[in-house]
């Protein structure tokens, strides 16, 4: 674990790049009021402690039939995390959430049909041991989505 502590620079730079993760550390760095060099240093240091990771995130209309699935699964109560991790090593599963409420796990997946959701929801994960059930939640229609819904922020890191 990091002894590095963020200031309010390292909050005003993540909160930039939490918009658009595309700014120039010269626009940052012209937005801030601070020099470019202390800008692409903070912000590597922000990389390097875990605080902030760039990713490229799947334009779910470019691909041919996309289907995003999210699919809810029952388990044996002292095999919820042992299930979780072998979900999560699944290649064409995106999230796994361990859940308190309807489901002991919530596992996502961005699929190029009906066809791929069906063989990894019944034919993979239901055949994993301590899987007791298995529902799946087919999207239909997109109104809105924000990729930046699953921003996550460490618990030390005050509100933006």
């Known amino acids: 674990?990091?002894?590095?502590?963020?200031?309010?620079?390292?909050?005003?730079?993540?909160q930039l790049l939490s918009t658009d993760a595309r700014l120039s550390n010269r626009k940052i760095a012209t937005q801030l009021g601070f020099t470019e060099g202390t800008i692409r240093s903070r912000v590597k240091r922000l990389e390097d402690e875990n605080f902030i990771r760039f990713t490229a995130v799947t334009n779910m209309s470019n691909l041919d039939t996309p289907q995003l699935a999210y699919i809810g699964i029952h388990a044996e109560q002292n095999s919820i995390k042992k299930v979780a991790e072998r979900i999560a090593n699944l290649p064409e599963i995106n999230g796994v959430i361990i859940l308190l409420g309807r489901f002991d796990i919530l596992a996502i997946?961005?699929?190029?049909?009906?066809?791929?959701?069906?063989?990894?929801?019944?034919?993979?994960?239901?055949?994993?041991?301590g899987v007791r059930l298995v529902e799946t939640s087919v999207v239909v229609d997109v109104v809105k989505y924000d990729n930046r819904v699953a921003k996550i922020v460490t618990p030390h890191l005050e509100k933006i």
């Open 1 to 14: 674990m990091t002894n590095y502590k963020i200031d309010d620079l390292d909050q005003k730079i993540i």
């Open 109 to 129: 997946g961005l699929f190029e049909g009906l066809s791929e959701v069906h063989q990894v929801a019944s034919n993979k994960i239901l055949d994993f041991e």
